[in-house]
């Protein structure tokens, strides 16, 4: 058992093993003895402990990992020991000394604000490609007068893109390894252009006065002008970086919203439709109907929350993300795993679509017929029957199906969905055509499940009744159970629909159906392709069948309406109507009607 160390390295706070600590201490006192003498040491040995920091935060998933032998010799190995190089300023001299322990690492993209006239970001991206910052200056000219894109762009960059602050920052930026040897090569580096720019100046000074002062001038006015824009576009990119932060943090508190009522959302309707089978939830009697594959409702419910939450998980957490800077990643385990679930989750609700999908694969029909002695000379009516108990709660609802209990409270489907059709026939009696459908994963499966449907009808004193309902037992699910009701009627005979048929007949008449709903409540005679209404007024058929067309445009009109058909045009007119055809031009007038074709030429 091993104890464990708290350490401070950089700022972060580390939990490390004791061994491990006792080898990092060692390996950072080395450092320290190797740049005893060197320019810049404090600076280095910071810059060297900010990376070491850097690389033990990149091996740490989580707060209460501890940091063993193992995360320091990784360290070691990428920061390289402080005996492989040759630690003096002989290094800095004009023929500097190659290491073979350099390595050229990959570039990463920052702001370069030390060669910066504006923003830093056409440096950064000269070290990134590896070329002069001059072409990519020339290209952000083009883009701002040529497409006009180019000030949005490298606003948007100059946001994005992080400054290079640190030597690791800087070294990065350049594709140079971040080791012991390139932190010191880099402050060593600065330090020494610091002490020549001194001794520059100060050779300046010694030199003639007017070589001097034109010198100086020459600088101040550059350093000047550099400073001036410097700070110009600074202020400029602060604005714009307050207002971009104020609009993100909006975003971000819109997200949080969104993502955490979502999510809400969903555990309620969770847990409300998973517990449904343990306890009786209202309503939730139809779905377990209508779900004729038999999936488990808590299943299906449980899948739904991981499909449509985690996508809101992630919005959730990005919110949170624009809110807190320094807000700790999930990590990839945690991000592939939601990723896996969500996956696992839609592909899970396509296989119980599909599944349901299959129960409505086939349909079947099964048919009844009833045969009743009425002489033509009856008049036969047609009514529908409602059912007392159930039908109440079936209009209340409003739905085309409903759960209702029987006698000994099993549970049954209760629908309406019922259809009458009135055919003519040569026979001499009047006959009843019952045909069940319904739908099933197999032939035999939805034969029977329409064999299942409960369906009553009878005829009392010439009036056949008919159920507005039909029944089937629950277990069979809901697979659009249906009932077509084809009452073959003898030609010649007299009919008279109740009212309350209305909402069962169809809406157009065909070779197939001979009445529509608006036939509901009146006497009909039945001929061989029509059924012709005996109590309505003449009125009432003029409304009935009014028609009216008209079509107008410069050349002339037609009108279509029960009187008949009329064209005009700028020299002529054509009437057609039950007195005939009157066609009149400028020169020829034609009649034609019972009595011949007249034609009338006009005289020049």
Request: glycine share 6%; hydrophobic share 40%.
């Amino acid at each position: 058992m091993n104890k464990t160390v708290n350490i401070n390295l950089a700022g972060i706070f580390f939990h490390i093993d004791e061994d491990a600590y006792l080898k990092l201490q060692r390996y950072l006192e080395a450092i320290k003895r190797s740049f005893t003498d060197s320019q810049g040491r404090s600076e280095i040995i910071s810059d060297i402990e900010a990376r070491i920091a850097e690389l033990f935060n990149e091996r740490v998933k989580h707060d209460k990992q501890v940091i063993g032998i193992k995360e320091v010799d990784d360290v070691i190995t990428i920061m390289g020991q402080p005996e492989d190089y040759i630690v003096d300023d002989e290094i800095f001299e004009d023929e500097p000394k190659q290491y073979t322990t350099n390595k050229t690492a990959s570039r990463k993209l920052f702001r370069d604000t030390d060669n910066s006239y504006v923003g830093g970001v056409s440096a950064g991206l000269a070290h990134y490609f590896g070329i002069d910052a001059i072409w990519i200056r020339l290209i952000w000219i083009l883009l701002i007068f040529g497409a006009g894109t180019g000030v949005l762009l490298y606003i948007l960059l100059w946001i994005l893109l992080p400054e290079a602050v640190t030597t690791s920052d800087k070294l990065m930026m350049k594709g140079e390894p971040v080791n012991i040897s390139n932190i010191e090569k880099k402050i060593k580096d600065g330090i020494t252009t610091v002490t020549d720019t001194v001794t520059d100046v100060a050779k300046n000074v010694s030199d003639s006065v007017s070589d001097a002062a034109k010198n100086v001038d020459f600088k101040k006015k550059s350093n000047s002008l550099k400073s001036t824009s410097t700070s110009f576009f600074d202020t400029i990119g602060n604005v714009f970086m307050f207002l971009l932060k104020i609009v993100a943090k909006c975003i971000g508190v819109f997200l949080i919203f969104i993502g955490a009522s979502t999510l809400i959302g969903l555990i309620i309707a969770m847990f409300t439709v998973g517990i449904s089978d343990a306890i009786n939830v209202p309503g939730f009697d139809l779905v377990d109907t209508a779900n004729a594959a038999g999936t488990p409702v808590w299943l299906v419910s449980l899948l739904a929350l991981f499909a449509v939450g985690i996508p809101f998980f992630f919005i959730f957490y990005l919110g949170l993300k624009i809110l807190i800077n320094n807000l700790k990643s999930i990590g990839n385990i945690a991000k592939y795993s939601l990723l896996g679930l969500w996956f696992v989750s839609i592909i899970g609700l396509i296989i119980i679509g599909i599944t349901q999908a299959t129960e409505h694969a086939f349909d079947a029909t099964v048919n009844e017929k009833m045969e009743y002695s009425i002489t033509t000379n009856d008049t036969l009516s047609i009514k529908m029957i409602d059912n007392n108990a159930y039908n109440k709660s079936m209009h209340k609802n409003g739905n085309s199906f409903q759960i209702v209990y029987g006698d000994n409270d099993e549970k049954h489907i209760y629908s309406s969905d019922i259809e009458l059709v009135i055919k003519s026939t040569e026979d001499t009696l009047v006959s009843l055509h019952v045909e069940k459908t319904a739908d099933g994963r197999s032939f035999q499966s939805a034969k029977e499940r329409a064999e299942n449907i409960n369906y009553n009808y009878t005829i009392v004193n010439n009036t056949v009744e008919l159920d507005k309902y039909l029944t089937t037992n629950a277990i069979n699910k809901f697979s659009d159970q249906e009932v077509i009701l084809i009452l073959y009627v003898p030609e010649g005979m007299v009919i008279h629909l109740n009212k309350n048929t209305r909402s069962f007949l169809n809406h157009y008449t065909s070779s197939n159906n001979l009445v529509t709903y608006k036939d509901a409540g009146q006497l009909l005679k039945i001929k061989n392709d029509e059924a012709v209404c005996l109590d309505c007024t003449e009125k009432e058929a003029e409304e009935e069948y009014k028609v009216k067309i008209n079509v107008n445009d410069e050349k002339g009109s037609i009108n279509i309406n029960n009187d008949g058909l009329e064209i005009k045009t700028e020299d002529s007119n054509v009437k057609i109507n039950k007195n005939g055809v009157r066609a009149n031009t400028d020169e020829v007038k034609v009649h034609i009607d019972e009595d011949g074709i007249q034609i009338n030429q006009e005289e020049e």
